[in-house]
């Protein structure tokens, strides 16, 4: 009688090692569950909302503020350049002043310098150096005015000294938000007068007709009071 062999794995009934029943993958899978999930819950992506909000509203935030500072400086830098140039055109303007009298729209003769101290007109001269680049035919001499209206700082001038009756002065603005403006004028003893020109009430004519110096007080929104006094190089 033949004796039986034992079965070996692969052989027979017995699945083998490489059979898709015995693969790795489905052994793995065998073992998830239904309730297993990658993704996330209701609560943690309100949790991260609401982290985002809040850093998202500390950003804005800080751009504000950063947006509001540059606004404020590039403000600033803009009324110091004005401040600036204007503080540059009247250096220009009271240091070429020259002894030059004129006659007014009204055939009135107007001395080469007159101004008060608060009132109109704050100061009204005769200057040199009026630049002539195109040859026209005029005179190097300009008439120059500074009065203060609607808060704003104003330089008139005339292309004539002696000026018709329909003459009109050439207005520019060099300041803004101006609350008040004093002009005070230092004789040949460094006195300060309040007017000029300073007249001998006794024969009526003028004693000195250029100061020495021209002193600007002005008082700009912002930034406080400003003082400048300006040298006369014709003055007594």
Same mark, same amino acid.
């Given at each position: 009688?033949?004796?039986?062999?034992?079965? =070996?794995?692969g052989?027979?009934f017995?699945?083998?090692?490489?059979?898709?029943?015995?693969s790795? !993958?489905?052994?793995?899978?065998?073992?998830?569950?239904?309730h297993?999930?990658?993704?996330?819950?209701?609560?943690?992506?309100l949790?991260?909302? !609401?982290?985002?909000?809040?850093?998202a509203a500390?950003a804005y935030?800080g751009?504000?503020?950063?947006?509001?500072?540059? /606004?404020?400086v590039?403000q600033?830098? /803009?009324?110091l /350049?004005?401040?600036q140039?204007?503080f540059?055109?009247? +250096?220009?303007?009271?240091?070429q002043?020259?002894?030059r009298?004129?006659r007014d @729209?009204?055939? #009135?003769e107007?001395?080469a310098?007159?101004g008060?101290?608060?009132? +109109?007109?704050l100061?009204e001269?005769? =200057?040199?150096?009026? =630049? @002539?680049?195109?040859?026209?035919?005029?005179?190097?001499?300009q008439r &120059?005015?500074?009065a203060?209206?609607?808060?704003?700082?104003?330089?008139?001038?005339?292309?004539?000294?002696?000026?018709?009756? @329909? #003459?009109?002065p050439q207005d /520019? &603005?060099?300041?803004?938000?101006v609350?008040?403006v004093?002009?005070?004028? $230092?004789?040949?003893k $460094?006195a300060?007068q309040r007017q000029w020109?300073?007249?001998d009430? !006794?024969?009526n004519? &003028?004693?000195?007709?250029?100061?020495?110096?021209?002193?600007f007080?002005?008082?700009?929104?912002?930034?406080g009071?400003i003082?400048?006094?300006f040298?006369? !190089?014709?003055?007594?």
């Amino acid at each position: 009688m033949r004796s039986k062999k034992p079965l =070996r794995p692969g052989h027979g009934f017995y699945p083998s090692p490489l059979t898709p029943h015995s693969s790795p !993958a489905i052994g793995r899978a065998s073992h998830l569950t239904p309730h297993s999930s990658c993704g996330f819950t209701l609560l943690e992506l309100l949790v991260a909302v !609401a982290i985002f909000a809040v850093l998202a509203a500390m950003a804005y935030g800080g751009l504000r503020n950063a947006l509001d500072t540059r /606004a404020r400086v590039e403000q600033q830098a /803009a009324q110091l /350049a004005a401040l600036q140039l204007a503080f540059t055109l009247m +250096e220009r303007d009271i240091e070429q002043a020259v002894n030059r009298k004129i006659r007014d @729209n009204y055939d #009135s003769e107007q001395p080469a310098m007159r101004g008060v101290e608060q009132g +109109e007109p704050l100061l009204e001269f005769t =200057r040199t150096g009026w =630049r @002539n680049p195109g040859l026209a035919a005029r005179s190097g001499l300009q008439r &120059v005015a500074y009065a203060v209206k609607d808060q704003q700082l104003l330089r008139s001038t005339w292309v004539a000294l002696d000026r018709a009756p @329909n #003459s009109a002065p050439q207005d /520019a &603005v060099l300041l803004e938000n101006v609350n008040a403006v004093e002009v005070r004028f $230092f004789d040949a003893k $460094f006195a300060a007068q309040r007017q000029w020109p300073l007249i001998d009430r !006794a024969s009526n004519t &003028v004693t000195e007709p250029l100061p020495r110096a021209v002193e600007f007080s002005i008082d700009v929104e912002g930034w406080g009071r400003i003082t400048r006094l300006f040298r006369v !190089a014709d003055g007594a």
